[in-house]
C-alpha cells in the first residue's frame, strides 16, 4: 500500500517536472501533496495534517466560511470588468484606503504585487519627471521587467534607473564593530551617495522602495531611526517614499501596516498577497493627484482587477480581520512566540538571532560561535519540522533565515505545537 502511494507521488512529480518545467520551484526534499485546508491546517493525499506556518495569502485563515461564501454569491451574481460602476467595489476602495494615514486616499486595483510595484515606480517616476530608484541589494519586489531590476541589485552593479544600498541591518552588518548610530549614519550615507550619483549621472532620483519589515532581506532589524531618517533624506532630494506592504500589510506586523510597526508615512503604499485570502488582489494606494495623472497618462485597465469578486473577497477579508480582532491577536500571540524562541536560544547556539514583528518572525540560523549564515542547516530544521508535522521555510539574502509567517489566526494554542516542535526538532539531534 506504502509503496503504490509513494509510486503515485513519484509519478505525479514526474508529471509536474514534464508539463510544468524543470525547475518550477516545489518545497522539500519530498513535495507535500496537499488536497485540503482549513482554518491553520492544510491536509495532505494522505490525509496526514499539517500546521501551517508559513502562508500569509490565506491570512483569515484556509478556506475561510465568510471569505468563500462571500465570493460564491458574488460569482453567483455577478462578475465583471471595471468600466462599470459598482457599489461594492467602490465601497472596498473606500474602506482599503481608509485604513491607511490621510492622504493616501486613492487606489489603482490590480491582481498582483508585481504589477503593483509596477505602477508605483511609475507613478514616481512621472511625479518627479526624473528616473532613479533606490532599493536595498537583497531585495524582491516582484517579477515584471522594471520590478524585477531591483531585484538583489549589487550596490557597485546599477542597472538603468535602479540602485541599491547595503539592507540595513543590526545583527550582520557590512561594516562589523559600529555602534547603532554609527550603522544608521553609514546606512543613510550610502543612500544619500546613491542619489546624488543619479543626479550626476543624468538620471535624477525618482523615490526609493522599501518593505517595513525588510522581509525578503531576511527580515533584518536595521538600526533604529533608519526608515525616519530616509524618508527625511528621500524627501529633501524630492523623491517620493514607496512602502512595499505586499508581506507587511494587513496586520501581518500586528499593526495594519508595517510602515506603522516601523514608525514612518510613506508616500505610496503597495498592497498585495493577504487581500483577497488566496484570490489575486494587489493595489497601489496614492494621494489623489498622483493616482489621477497615472490614470489620465496610461487609461490603464487590467482585466481581472477591480471586479464585483475581487472587491467581495477584499471586503469579507477586511471584515474578518476586525471582527475577530486579528490585529491584536497577531501582536500579542507574535509577541509570546517570539519571546518563547529567545528562550531557547541560549542551548542552541546555532540561534543566531530571533527576529521579526507581529507574526512574522525570522531565526537566524548561523554555524555555532559565529554570525556565518549556515542555509543547510537552516535546510535541515525546515525538513525536521515538516516531519513534526508543521510548515516553514526561509528566506534571506542567504536562505539561512527561518521564516515564520502562520496564517493571522493563529492562535496561542497553535503556538504551543509549533514550540514544541521547534523545541524537539533543534534539541541536538540537528548537531547543534
Ligand atoms: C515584498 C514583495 N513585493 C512584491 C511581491 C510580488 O508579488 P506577486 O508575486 O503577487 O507579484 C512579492 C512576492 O513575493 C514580495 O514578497
Redesign the pocket.
Known amino acids: 500500500m506504502n509503496d503504490t502511494i509513494s509510486d503515485r507521488r513519484k509519478d505525479l512529480r514526474a508529471r509536474h517536472d514534464r508539463v510544468m518545467g524543470q525547475g518550477a520551484p516545489l518545497f522539500y526534499d519530498e513535495p507535500i501533496q496537499l488536497v485540503r485546508g482549513e482554518g491553520v491546517w492544510l491536509y495532505d493525499v494522505d490525509g496526514t495534517r499539517y500546521l501551517d506556518c508559513y502562508n500569509n495569502v490565506p491570512c483569515v485563515g484556509h478556506a475561510n466560511e465568510r471569505v468563500v461564501a462571500a465570493m460564491h454569491s458574488q460569482a453567483a451574481t455577478l462578475n465583471v470588468h471595471s468600466r462599470y460602476l459598482h457599489e461594492n467595489v467602490i465601497r472596498y476602495a473606500e474602506r482599503l484606503t481608509s485604513l491607511h494615514h490621510d492622504g493616501l486616499e486613492s487606489v489603482v486595483i490590480v ?7 509596477e505602477i508605483a515606480l511609475a507613478i514616481a517616476r512621472e511625479a518627479t519627471g526624473r528616473a532613479g530608484i533606490v532599493c536595498t541589494d537583497a ?6 521587467p522594471e ?1 524585477a531590476k531591483l531585484t538583489h541589485r549589487p550596490v557597485d552593479r546599477p542597472a538603468a534607473g535602479v540602485r541599491s544600498i547595503a539592507t540595513p541591518q543590526m545583527y550582520r552588518p557590512s561594516t562589523p564593530g559600529l555602534s547603532e548610530d554609527q550603522l544608521c549614519d553609514g546606512a543613510i550615507a550610502d543612500l544619500e551617495t546613491q542619489i546624488a550619483a543619479f543626479e550626476s549621472d543624468g538620471t535624477g532620483f525618482a523615490g526609493a522602495i522599501f ?1 517595513p519589515l525588510l ?2 532581506e531576511g527580515l533584518t532589524n536595521p538600526p533604529a531611526g533608519f526608515f525616519e531618517r530616509m524618508v527625511d533624506v528621500v524627501h529633501r532630494a524630492g523623491g517620493l517614499v514607496i512602502a ?5 500589510g494587513f496586520a501581518r506586523s500586528g499593526s495594519w501596516w508595517g510602515y506603522e510597526t516601523v514608525g514612518f508615512r510613506p508616500d505610496v503604499a ?1 498592497v ?2 493577504p487581500m483577497g485570502n488566496g484570490l ?1 488582489i ?1 493595489g497601489v494606494v496614492a494621494p489623489h493627484d498622483l493616482i489621477s495623472n497615472f490614470r489620465q497618462r496610461h487609461r490603464y485597465f487590467n482585466t481581472f482587477a477591480a471586479s464585483p469578486l475581487q472587491a467581495a473577497a477584499g471586503n469579507a477579508v477586511i471584515s474578518e480581520i476586525e471582527s475577530r480582532g486579528l490585529v491584536d491577536q497577531v501582536a500579542r500571540v507574535g509577541a509570546d512566540v517570539k519571546s518563547e524562541l529567545q528562550q531557547l536560544q541560549p542551548e542552541r547556539p546555532s540561534m543566531g538571532d530571533v527576529r521579526g514583528h507581529g507574526l512574522f518572525i525570522g531565526v537566524d540560523w548561523v554555524h555555532p560561535g559565529t554570525t556565518d549564515p549556515d542555509p543547510d542547516g537552516a535546510a535541515a530544521v525546515v525538513e525536521a519540522m515538516r516531519s513534526r508535522r508543521v510548515l516553514l521555510s526561509r528566506a534571506g539574502e542567504h536562505g539561512n533565515v527561518l521564516k515564520i509567517r502562520p496564517p493571522l489566526i493563529f492562535d496561542s494554542e497553535h503556538a504551543d505545537i509549533l514550540l514544541e516542535a521547534f523545541a524537539e526538532a533543534t534539541d541536538g539531534t540537528l548537531g547543534v
Open positions: 491582481c498582483t504585487g508585481s504589477e503593483a510595484n531585495t524582491y519586489h516582484g517579477n515584471t520590478v518593505c522581509a525578503n512595499d506592504e505586499v508581506q507587511a503597495v498585495g498577497k489575486p494587489a
